[in-house]
């Protein structure tokens, strides 16, 4: 009886570890003669080493703001110290990183956000999250670890990304071709 006890004291102090876990399995390893060779369409500045800091709420916005087609190493700030517009479905925890970033879309369509990171992805369009509609790794023999679609409509957005690893990330958002 008491080694019950213990499993599941285990188990429910494990639980809070298990929700951080990434949603989608670790990328695949592959042995790849060069690394970032080969970008998809759209994405060719993905080494970019334009830096850009995240900005702590959206009267910051204007400062974050990011251009379509460009790479950036972002800079982020723990979770706590960043004000999410929308409750990240997956905000990461005391410990993760998070950052608020702008861009702006001119034509209605899709559009690509990149992480070198499994953190959680937001887009926000008249306030509200978009629902992505596809999601999945980089391609293979890239740093891309992360790639989510969007529709989205012509004006300003909100990027929001939560739970991330590290203090700091690389991103892109371009036009999907």
Not at 55 to 77: F, I, M, R, S
Not at 151 to 173: D, E, F, I, R, Y
């Amino acid at each position: 009886m008491r080694g019950l006890i213990y499993l599941g004291l285990a188990i429910a102090l494990a639980a809070p570890s298990f929700a951080q876990q990434p949603t989608m399995p670790a990328k695949p390893e592959v042995a790849c003669a060069v690394t970032d060779a080969t970008l998809p369409a759209g994405l060719t500045d993905w080494n970019g080493k334009a830096a850009m800091s995240t900005a702590p709420g959206v009267e910051h916005l204007a400062h974050a703001k990011l251009a379509l087609g460009k790479g950036y190493e972002a800079g982020l700030l723990n979770t706590p110290k960043v004000a999410m517009p929308v409750q990240p479905e997956k905000p990461g925890g005391s410990v993760a990183y998070a950052g608020l970033f702008s861009f702006t879309v001119e034509t209605e369509g899709a559009y690509t956000v990149a992480l070198s990171t499994p953190a959680w992805i937001d887009v926000l369009e008249d306030g509200k999250s978009v629902e992505p509609t596809k999601f999945g790794h980089g391609p293979e023999c890239t740093t891309i670890r992360k790639m989510v679609v969007f529709t989205m409509k012509p004006g300003t957005h909100v990027l929001q990304v939560s739970g991330n690893p590290a203090a700091t990330l690389k991103l892109m958002v371009a036009k999907t071709s």
